[in-house]
């Protein structure tokens, strides 16, 4: 049986950085003169100073950082016993704090920093130094005693290992195992409840997929393997006297080719390409998921007209085709169905699962430690964005399957339903809305839309204002941070590796056109303000030249749609414009 490490110390000295942990037999050691990593015995000098963990090594332009966990926070016992903490402070240790390097590359270095600085800080970060939360608890229901030899990062699931590429340069060394800590990237809550005067632990855990992973407009669809884009797992687990349940649903981007790329319209256009080869991502990705689920319903969530409307059709066409047994596909409007505030329609799409969940059923073990019962299916959901309208219709789903689970522990009698006065109505509404807003961030950079509904199970209009100033952010960020974004998601997970041999991307200066046309659309913007404050003598000349202003500018705002692709804040690394153009 494999450990981790969780009491260590960090020593730094001239010429080497150690991590130390009670009980381990070597230490992990990094010679600062020759760059090497390797396992010591040796006791370093020194005190040392108490760290939560390691998150692994990055090569940067100026040096290689060791990353550690300095701080977490205890978000509570996933299966009774064992403690998952969040990830609320780190810090990048230079291997060699000056080198004689220009300035370019010091400015080149920051610039990195900068972008990793960004994607470390999300708090969204989780570990456990006793229990593999890269599996659910059926997966890890069902090994032998081969899995449980491995070492926690050989036996994670390598879709949920986020610091995996990190931690190579460590984890090849036997001798250092213990400090191997996978870290998990997504959202986690634990909170204990009562119903009916019972008491029992509700957990909800959504697990981001890493691969193809993206922000919103720049990672959309499948690629070649069948990963798809926001591919999330979320596990729902109960406990109560000794039983456990869990219940398992995924999202993820719609699995064919095709794109939706910024380029500062409120809503680009949806992009289809590779079409000949559309039925085989499709089906590549639904054997994945097959493999790991067992059966699967394919709901969609997506609109049949406007800008989803061929996208929604060659879903349709392919998802409707039976291309592989055990997968059914369904199509729900929800916009359609759902507009005038007739959510009551969610009622017909629950009616079409019903059967269905009745039957794949979810792992239930006994208080004697016995599995009555597996989850032999999932429902996979996915609207344009996988976020708003699935997140309301995974929340419905985990709520009737959560019922049956109460009622096999106890907790709820036979045929009784949730009370929707009682605490746990609240807690369950809002743990799930918390989720969506969770994952919306995570590829938006906002939370989530109706999230009114899902916190209330009411549409109110005050949530369709909300909704609207949220739909503004998003257009902003979406636009005009989420490139950097993107770029910081692909350094952390190794989509990008920095080489001395190839110039860094980022030394490249942006398109002047992104510089330039904003900078003489505000001139002009200011010398038509100036001339509305200070008149000209006479009218005419005074009504010329706004005129003349006024044309210049719309002019100028005709180029920034031409030019929209560069005046976007692109990602510059991996899923840069010109690969998307090739396309």
């Known amino acids: ?202 957990v909800l855990f959504s697990r981001r997929n890493l691969n193809r992973i993206g922000v919103r407009y720049f990672v959309r669809g499948a690629d070649d393997d069948g990963n798809v884009a926001n591919n999330v797992e979320t596990e729902q687990i109960v406990r109560h006297n000794g039983q456990v349940a869990s219940h398992v649903n995924t999202r993820g981007s719609i699995p064919l080719y095709w794109s939706q790329r910024s380029n500062i319209t409120y809503k680009p256009f949806v992009k289809l390409f590779n079409k000949e080869n559309q039925k085989d991502v499709f089906v590549r990705h639904m054997q994945q998921q097959i493999a790991l689920y067992g059966k699967n319903i394919c709901v969609s969530l997506i609109d049949d007209k406007g800008k989803e409307k061929e996208i929604c059709q060659s879903f349709n066409y392919i998802g409707g085709q039976g291309l592989l047994p055990g997968v059914k596909f369904i199509h729900f409007d929800f916009h359609k169905e759902c507009s005038k505030m007739r959510w009551y329609n969610l009622n017909i799409l629950m009616d079409k699962l019903r059967d269905d969940l009745d039957s794949y059923s979810y792992f239930f073990k006994d208080s004697q430690g016995e599995v009555s019962s597996t989850q032999s299916g999932v429902v996979r959901t996915n609207c344009i964005d996988c976020l708003d309208r699935t997140n309301v219709v995974q929340g419905l789903i985990a709520r009737y399957v959560l019922t049956q689970q109460l009622r096999q522990m106890g907790v709820l009698g036979q045929g009784d339903e949730i009370p929707a006065s009682s605490q746990f109505e609240y807690v369950f509404k809002n743990r799930w809305a918390d989720n969506g807003d969770g994952i919306a961030r995570q590829y938006t950079g906002t939370p989530a839309l109706k999230s009114d509904y899902t916190r209330t199970g009411v549409r109110t209009k005050m949530g369709l204002l909300q909704d609207g100033y949220k739909s503004m952010q998003r257009y902003v960020q979406n636009n005009f941070l989420d490139g950097a974004r993107q770029d910081s998601y692909d350094i952390l997970v190794g989509n990008h590796r920095y080489s001395t041999v190839e110039e860094s991307p980022l030394a490249k200066p942006r398109h002047p056109v992104a510089i330039f046309l904003p900078a003489v659309i505000g001139i002009f913007i200011a010398l038509l303000i100036l001339k509305l404050l200070m008149p000209e003598e006479t009218w005419t000349s005074q009504i010329s030249h706004i005129g003349l202003y006024i044309a210049v500018i719309v002019f100028l705002f005709k180029q920034v749609k031409a030019w929209g692709d560069y005046l976007v804040d692109q990602p510059r690394l991996y899923h840069t414009l010109a690969k998307a153009k090739a396309e």
């Open 1 to 202: 049986m494999s450990v981790l490490y969780n009491e260590l110390k960090l020593h730094t000295s001239p010429g080497s950085i150690t991590v130390t942990a009670q009980g381990a037999q070597h230490a992990i050691n990094i010679n600062t003169n020759t760059l090497e990593v390797g396992p010591t015995t040796s006791n370093p000098p020194g005190p040392g100073r108490e760290i939560c963990g390691v998150f692994g090594i990055i090569n940067l332009p100026l040096t290689p950082y060791l990353i550690v966990i300095t701080e977490k926070t205890e978000i509570g016992p996933i299966d009774g016993q064992s403690i998952v903490w969040k990830m609320s402070g780190y810090e990048l240790i230079p291997f060699v704090e000056s080198r004689n390097a220009s300035e370019s590359v010091k400015q080149l270095n920051e610039k990195y920093l900068n972008l990793l600085n960004k994607s470390l800080s999300a708090d969204s970060f989780y570990f456990s130094y006793t229990y593999d939360l890269t599996h659910t608890m059926q997966r890890l229901s069902n090994v032998d005693d081969s899995f449980k030899s491995l070492t926690y990062m050989e036996r994670g699931d390598e879709r949920f290992t986020w610091n995996r590429y990190l931690m190579s340069q460590i984890e090849i060394c036997p001798e250092l195992a213990g400090f191997c800590l996978p870290v998990v990237y997504g959202v986690l809550s634990i909170t204990t409840c009562s119903l009916m005067g019972k008491t029992f632990d509700f």
